[in-house]
C-alpha cells in the first residue's frame, strides 16, 4: 500500500484501503466507502447498475459490555436503499427505535 499519511480513525484506514484496492484491482466497477467521523458507521458500496446500489454496512457497538460490529447487506434503488442502511444503522447505535 502506497503511503497514504497519518491515518486519524476508522474511516481513514477503510478509504485508504479501497483506493488502494481499486488503483490495484482496477475493477469495471470501482468499490466506495463512506463512514462518519470516529468510525462507529462505515460502508462499502458499489453500484451494480445505474440508479442501484449495494451497500455492505458495518456498525461498531458495545454489546453486553463487549465490542462487535454488525453487519448487514442492503441493495435496491440508490435513495431508498441508503435511507433503509442509515435506518438500520441509527438502530443499533440506539439513536431510533427499530425498523
Same mark, same amino acid.
Given at each position: 500500500?502506497? =503511503?497514504?499519511?497519518?491515518?486519524? =480513525?476508522?474511516?481513514? #484506514?477503510?478509504?485508504?484501503?479501497?483506493? =488502494? +484496492?481499486?488503483?490495484?484491482?482496477?475493477?469495471?466497477?470501482?468499490?466506495? @466507502?463512506?463512514?462518519?467521523?470516529?468510525?462507529?458507521?462505515?460502508?462499502?458500496?458499489?453500484? /451494480?447498475?445505474?440508479?442501484?446500489?449495494?451497500? +455492505?454496512?458495518? #456498525?461498531?457497538?458495545?454489546?453486553?459490555?463487549?465490542?462487535?460490529?454488525? #453487519?448487514?447487506? +442492503?441493495?435496491? /434503488?440508490?435513495?431508498?436503499?441508503? #435511507?433503509?442502511?442509515?435506518?438500520?444503522? @441509527? @438502530?443499533?447505535?440506539?439513536?431510533?427505535?427499530?425498523?
Amino acid at each position: 500500500m502506497a =503511503d497514504q499519511g497519518p491515518q486519524k =480513525d476508522a474511516m481513514d #484506514v477503510l478509504q485508504a484501503w479501497v483506493d =488502494d +484496492f481499486n488503483a490495484r484491482a482496477r475493477p469495471a466497477i470501482r468499490l466506495g @466507502s463512506k463512514g462518519e467521523a470516529g468510525g462507529a458507521q462505515l460502508r462499502l458500496q458499489y453500484s /451494480p447498475a445505474e440508479d442501484t446500489v449495494s451497500i +455492505f454496512h458495518m #456498525v461498531a457497538v458495545n454489546r453486553n459490555g463487549r465490542p462487535a460490529i454488525l #453487519v448487514q447487506r +442492503f441493495e435496491g /434503488p440508490t435513495a431508498e436503499t441508503a #435511507v433503509q442502511a442509515g435506518m438500520w444503522a @441509527s @438502530s443499533q447505535l440506539g439513536r431510533r427505535p427499530a425498523v
